[in-house]
Each structure stands twice: as C-alpha cells, then as structure tokens.
C-alpha cells in the first residue's frame, strides 16, 4: 500500500511539472517524453522507413508532394511566428517523400518527416485534395499528438500497476481488475483522446491548407470520397481512433469559413481548389 501511494504522489508530480503548451489552443498537454528524445528517434526511424520502401523520385507526383508540403510548412512557420511562437520549428527537419504503396494513407513524424502513400493520391486527386491530407498530418506534429499518446501510454502502465501493486493480495480482484481496467481505459480514455487528436488536426490543418493558398472546403469533399470508399466497413465512432467520416465532414464544413478569414488576416486572398 505504501508503494501505491508513493507511485500515486510520483504520478501526480509527473503531471504538474512534465507539461508543454499547444500552440494553436494555449493549452497545457502532457509531455512525459520530451522532444529532445523524441525528434532523433523520429528522424532516424523515418531514414529506416525509407531505405525498406520505394521512394517515388522525379515523376510530376512526387513534385506535388514536395511542392504542396513546402506550402504547408511555409504557412506553419509563419503562423506560429506570428502567434508568439517564433522558434518553435527551429528543430523540424522537413522532408517530404511520395512512397510507391497502395496503401491509403499519409503520415507526418514529429519534425517534419512526411510520408504520402501513392494509393491516396487518386482520393485526393489534385494538389488542394493533397494540401488538406498533408495540412492534417502536419499538423499532429505541430501539436506534438505523438507526444502526448506516448505520454498517455505511459501512464496508462502506470496505472495498470498501480493497481495490480494495491490488489497484490488478491490475484482473482487482480484479473478483474485488468480486465476493467483494460477495458475502461482504452474505450473511456485512450480512444476518445484519440479522437480528439484526429479532430484538432482536422481543425489547425484546416487553417495551414487555407494559409497555403488552397480552398478549404475542398477537405470537406476529400472525406466524401473516403466515405464513399468505407462501404460502411467502419466500427461504431466510440470504439475507433478517429471520428466518423461524416462527423468530420460536418465539422470542416463549419469550420471553412473561419479558415479563409484567418487566411486572409496573413494576405491570402484567393484559394486553389
């Protein structure tokens, strides 16, 4: 018992001080594992990656995602500045790279690693489908969304052996408990923080392909065609890591507006499509 209330304070202590600030809504987030860990790892992860896949090079392709990706890391650099964040990508090492898979998928590393698989490129169809895919991943790093699951997963363990450590006595309370635990914590915690995460993304994503010259509605016809290819093969909203296609087409819609306005307060005035 006295090591659960010890572990309990050591927790506690982790919270107060192991916190960063979300530059796009001034919040304080969990940061247990701080970026000077984590953006090497990350950098030398994205190079292996690289060197067991097919790199895409010199096809017109290829040329969009690093043209598009340039575009979205111009206007993070100067939002952040302009928001009192000058610096902040002051470690990112950008890089963009179109990998050859069939995969439907894009990922953005903390720093600025950035992976588009070609099987997405025939939803996305042209460079303003692409910016919205690419302003959403970059921004999960911006935000450090990884992060922060890494610093959530830690504490879920802690957590979990907290209450095996209080239940010691007790291996029948103890399975109980694991399987609650596990149970509560994924679907109760962990898959809503999730979720959050995908929709924030949605959100400063929203803003950095307006900032970058493109129309942002157009994120809100990207996610029509993803919907169209789910076939209803999705899990309910609650047992998945990011929300429904049609709760995020409906969030886009109403947040376009606000994107163009705050584009517009940085110059932009017309938007690609």
Known sequence: ?????SLSILLLGALVVACSTNPFTGKQTLALVPNSQILPMAFQQYQEFLSENKVVKNTADAQMVKSVGQKIAAASERYLTANGYAGYLADYRWEY??????????WCMPGGKIVVYTGILPITKNEAGLAAVMGHEVAH?????????MSAGQLQQLGAVAGNVALSNSPENQQIFNTAYGLGSNVGIMLPFSRSHETEADHIGLILMAMAGYEPSVAAELWQRMQAQENGNTPPEFL?????SSTRIQNIQAWAPEARAEAKKFGVTSFKR
Do not use: I
């Not at 790093?141 to 699951?149: I, K, T």
């Not at 998945?240 to 429904?244: A, I, L, R």
């Open 240 to 244: 998945s890591t990011h929300p429904s």
């Open 1 to 5: 018992m006295k090591f659960s209330k």
């Open 97 to 106: 790279n179109l990998v050859d898979s069939k995969d439907v998928n894009a």
């Open 141 to 149: 790093a911006l935000a450090n969304h990884g992060q922060q699951r």
